[in-house]
T-cell receptor, first 115, second 116 residues
């Protein structure tokens, strides 16, 4: 595997379900990010992890729970979601420090549909 | 506050024609600038970046962009578009947060359609 991978690619879940999204980066980076991409809206940064420590949570509802066990893996645990949470969830990674920290590399995303 | 504006929501060009996608930003300091491309069902792929130096930067797939400080712009260009360039294009500004990680602010994107 190369780059940033995400599983599953598609997920349909009911509002009472619990599911998890997984992201893995094979780039040797130490920062990882979760973004939400909804139709007609700019990308929304949700969470940022720097060397496994959460450094940013942009007022994301508690029904989204991130987990970063190490610098290569990032999870997003989902529970009791709402239909408006349907979106493409993108994971990204970058180096830490200097110009390279701005170069984010994205995974293919998980298309989430909440029914 | 920083912001990124992509004035064109949708652009249609004929294959072989030239392309220019516009991007304007609002940011008080020297910006770091990026263009990403997203094909249907895919994530964002970095096309090119500007940090400093030469204001005309070359990227992958034959794309280039020019940073114009006086106009707060970073327009993306390609001399001859191929059908495979049909995708959504995102401009982003990197903001220094005073920490070890920068922050990217994205525009809303421009959808490119290419006619055969």
């Amino acid at each position: 595997e190369t780059g940033v991978t995400q599983t599953p690619r598609h997920l349909v879940m009911g509002m009472t379900n619990k599911k998890s999204l997984k992201c893995e980066q094979h780039l040797g980076h130490n920062a990882m990010y979760w973004y939400k991409q909804s139709a007609k809206k700019p990308l929304e940064l949700m969470f940022v992890y720097n060397f496994k420590e959460q450094t940013e949570n942009n007022s994301v509802p508690s029904r989204f729970s991130p987990e970063c066990p190490n610098s290569s893996h990032l999870f997003l645990h989902l529970h009791t979601l709402q239909p408006e949470d349907s979106a493409l969830y993108l994971c990204a990674s970058s180096q830490v420090g200097g110009f390279s920290s701005y170069e984010q590399y994205f995974g293919p995303g998980t298309r989430l549909t909440v029914t | 506050a920083q912001s990124v504006t992509q004035p064109d929501i949708h652009i249609t060009v004929s294959e072989g024609a030239s392309l220019e996608l516009r991007c304007n930003y609002s940011y008080g300091a020297t910006p770091y600038l990026f263009w990403y491309v997203q094909s249907p069902g895919q994530g964002l792929q970095l096309l090119l970046k500007y940090f400093s130096g030469d204001t005309l930067v070359q990227g992958i797939k034959g794309f280039e962009a020019e940073f114009k400080r006086s106009q707060s712009s970073f327009n993306l260009r390609k001399p001859s578009v191929h059908w495979s360039d049909a995708a959504e294009y995102f401009c982003a500004v990197g903001v220094d947060r005073g920490s070890t990680l920068g922050r990217l602010y994205f525009g809303r994107g421009t959808q490119l359609t290419v006619w055969p």
